[in-house]
């Protein structure tokens, strides 16, 4: 078993995409990467990158910040993240390497664990002091304790399954050169296309989620599921189903094809629970659902159900919800 | 233009899956093995590719012996031929010891570009097209909803949370899809009994010049050391909306200092 011991723990900062400071996922990683040493943030951008993460990082336990900014890295897809990270890890030889788990963040550990000839675990939802880490395979359904055996362990820590815990660091800046191999400038990214502007927070990263499936019956009825959410303060979802049909678009999908959320609270409103949709949702920690079928699958998973029309039940708890605040 | 499209079998999804407590790895037998959902597209995208600018699709599929199967769908689906690596020493392989074989097997065959499914249903790694760019030395297109090929240039719309990123590389290139990028044909009739006719290469890893003992469980890079079924969740509470059943919902997220 390759040894993790309490050392310096490399944590690739996931800077927020608004330019302002950094991503939950980044407060997580940091806290997850704290069980096995002193964790280093690591932040890859354009200029002036780290200052902006600097408060945060150094209030979530970072000793060091290594500062790898260039114009050059946003402009190439995955692989000149991976390539800084090579080169700390080769410099500074530390117990382990911890990203989180984004489409992005895993596809840079893959490339890392290549590149240093050590094992990557992904989607990670807890690590131990001793490097076995924890995650959930087939649809939630199996937990599994993982090691990497071969080389520096690298990590992906699944979003909402750690939660952030404040720890003092000193967050003492050291300046990475940066020099990208031609390999590393294989994939321009010619654009970045924001086409759903929403007030409401990332799906992945909402600490509540209400989605709505083939039961809410057309697009222009999403609405009661959006003034749910809202109520809330909460990201809004889509099954597969609904997203079939039409009512939303497809990158709210929850499910085996769309996205994987774990949220405080999840409210499942008129979808039945097939297991394409439990893939996506079953680890949620509180599961509430309104169906009006008092047998469909949902209500096997569910803390609180509620046998109903969804157009009486969801606006009515709207309401309520509203009138409380 | 040449083609590849890599293809796994994996147990079906909509079937109960475990892993076998003899070795920690994927139970094979415990579930019905079909082609992973999101290779269909990457399949097809591949015909589209091949009926816009001609050339032949390669599918390259490293799995056990069943998983032929895997490969006549897509063959009847209309891809040309098939390489199929099959060893019994990949049993328990790991991510990056896959992507060694699979960069060893596409050294082997010759491509523009490399196409597969963005996600399996079994491992949910997404990392193959960054293990294989890696190791290939070409550049990674991964996620796409949108794939264009004109004048050598592989130009992808990668899905991203509310929108997507533009990308472009030259080929050869390796490009990953999601199941908004097109909809998979059925296979016809006909494609079926043609698939019976196509060439399936087998290949070991000696013929791909991987020495066997660098691969499979007692080498991989990362080890299982136990797994659990999730504990059940305890029967929660259901009611009937008889007028109050929102009453009762807002009251039990109270209960849970949600509201």
């Not at chain 2, 015909?47 to 769908?73: C, F, N, W, Y």
């Amino acid at each position: 078993m390759a040894e993790v011991n309490g050392s310096e723990v490399l944590v690739l900062v996931e800077l927020n995409p608004a330019g302002e400071g950094v991503r939950k996922t980044t407060l997580e990683a940091l806290t997850a990467a704290r069980a096995l040493g002193e964790p280093s943030a690591v932040v890859v951008g354009g200029p002036g990158a780290a200052a902006a993460a600097k408060a945060q990082l150094a209030e979530y336990g970072a000793q060091r910040v290594y500062v790898a900014e260039s114009e050059e890295v946003d402009q190439y897809l995955v692989a000149p993240k991976a390539e800084v990270l090579a080169q700390l890890v080769a410099e500074k030889q530390p117990a382990a390497v911890v990203i989180p788990s984004s489409p992005e963040g895993k596809e840079i550990a893959g490339r890392l664990a290549i590149k240093t000839g050590s094992g990557f675990l992904t989607d990670v939802t807890e690590i131990a002091p001793d490097g076995t880490a924890t995650q959930v395979a087939f649809a939630g359904a199996t937990i599994v304790h993982s090691k990497v055996t071969v080389g520096t362990p690298i990590y992906t820590v699944r979003g909402n399954s750690v939660t952030p815990e404040p720890a003092p660091g000193a967050a003492e800046e050291e300046q990475v050169a940066v020099q990208l191999s031609d390999a590393a400038k294989a994939t321009r990214v010619v654009d970045r296309v924001v086409e759903q502007k929403s007030s409401r927070p990332e799906l992945t990263e909402a600490s509540i989620v209400v989605s709505g499936g083939r039961g809410v019956a057309s697009a222009e009825n999403f609405s009661i599921i959006e003034a749910l959410a809202d109520s809330l303060g909460a990201a809004v979802g889509a099954s597969r189903a609904a997203v079939d049909s039409g009512y939303y678009p497809h990158t709210f999908q929850v499910g085996q094809t769309g996205k994987t959320v774990s949220p405080q609270l999840y409210i499942a409103v008129g979808i039945s629970g097939a297991i394409q949709h439990r893939a996506g949702m079953q680890t949620s920690k509180t599961i509430v659902a309104v169906n009006k079928d008092p047998e469909a699958p949902i209500f096997e998973l569910a803390d609180f159900g509620v046998v109903g029309d969804l157009n009486t039940v969801v606006p009515q708890a709207t309401e309520a919800i509203n009138a409380r605040k | 233009m040449d083609i590849v499209v890599l293809v796994k079998q994996v147990p079906d999804s909509g079937s109960e899956r475990n892993l076998d407590p003899a070795d920690n790895t994927v139970a094979r037998g415990s579930a019905d093995n079909v082609v992973n959902e999101i290779d269909e597209y990457a399949i097809e995208e591949a015909l589209q590719l091949k009926e816009a600018h001609g050339g032949e699709v390669t599918v390259l599929t490293v799995g056990p012996e069943s998983a032929a199967d895997a490969i006549r769908k897509a063959l009847s689906m209309g891809a040309d031929k098939a390489v199929h690596v099959v060893d019994d020493a990949m049993h328990g392989a790991c991510a990056p010891q896959t992507s060694a074989v699979l960069a060893a097997a596409l050294q082997q065959i010759p491509f523009d570009i490399v196409l597969c499914g963005a996600e399996s249903t079994d491992g949910q790694l997404s990392v193959m097209p960054a293990l294989l760019a890696e190791r290939l030395g070409i550049p990674q297109l991964s996620g796409a909803r949108k794939l264009t090929v004109e004048g050598g240039v592989a130009r992808v719309e990668r899905q991203t949370d509310g929108g997507y990123w533009a990308l472009e590389a030259p080929l050869p290139a390796i490009v990953s899809t999601w199941d908004t990028i097109n909809e998979p044909r059925y296979p016809s009739f006909k494609g079926i009994m043609a698939a019976k006719k196509k060439p399936v290469q087998k290949k070991s890893l000696a013929d791909l010049g991987i020495d066997p003992s660098t691969v499979g469980l007692a080498t991989a890079t990362s080890q299982v050391l136990d797994f659990a079924g999730r504990p059940p969740k305890g029967a929660g509470v259901k009611v009937d909306d008889e007028g109050d059943g929102a009453a009762k919902l807002v009251d039990f997220l109270a209960t849970q200092k949600i509201v």
